[in-house]
């Protein structure tokens, strides 16, 4: 999915690249519109009072981010590695950042779709680790049952971990050393 990501940066840098330049060539710096977008208000040079070049970037900019969030909603559920989700998660929540400088921040809007892989992708590797134990057991019950008392004793004990120096006291600290029975 390297290319998803590439999309996301390309988008990201592009978008943010299309709407400085926009801003520059049809608003001034009280954010009327100018120039080109003058034409359209009669050549005064002042903006109408709806601002029509802020509504065509806006509408334009709408319209990408829901083109993104559909590529989102088709593609994240497919990924099957929460490395490759965060990843995209982190690429994504950083161009809606950038976006919102813009006015313009969609991550309201992706968190959604992360989640629900996140939960489809938690639940099949739950249900396949509960596969995996229930195999594992079976295999253990079958070996136990030839063990004996052995076997029975023996299942589901683990040896205690221990780390050099556990036992012993350093100024009142650690655990006080085992007694051995004789």
Not at 62 to 81: E, H
Not at 85 to 102: E, I, K, N, P, Y
Not at 142 to 147: S, V
Not at 151 to 172: I, N, S, V
């Amino acid at each position: 999915y390297q290319w998803l990501i590439e999309v996301i940066e390309k988008n990201r840098t592009l978008w943010f690249e299309i709407a400085t330049q926009f801003r520059a060539i049809f608003t001034n710096d009280g954010g009327e519109a100018s120039g080109a977008a003058a034409g359209a208000t009669g050549g005064t040079g002042e903006a109408s009072s709806d601002g029509t070049a802020n509504q065509v970037l806006s509408a334009w900019i709408m319209r990408r981010i829901q083109a993104f969030v559909g590529l989102l909603r088709s593609n994240v559920p497919l990924v099957r590695d929460g490395a490759v989700l965060h990843d995209l998660l982190d690429q994504c929540m950083f161009f809606g950042a950038s976006m919102g400088r813009l006015g313009a921040d969609f991550r309201p809007q992706v968190v959604p779709i992360f989640e629900s892989a996140v939960y489809g992708l938690a639940t099949l590797r739950w249900n396949q680790a509960e596969q995996e134990l229930t195999v594992a057991l079976k295999a253990e019950q079958r070996k136990g049952a030839g063990g004996g008392a052995d076997a029975e004793r023996d299942l589901g004990r683990a040896l205690p971990l221990y780390t050099a120096g556990m036992g012993q006291r350093e100024k009142g600290r650690g655990f006080p050393a085992r007694r051995r029975r004789t």
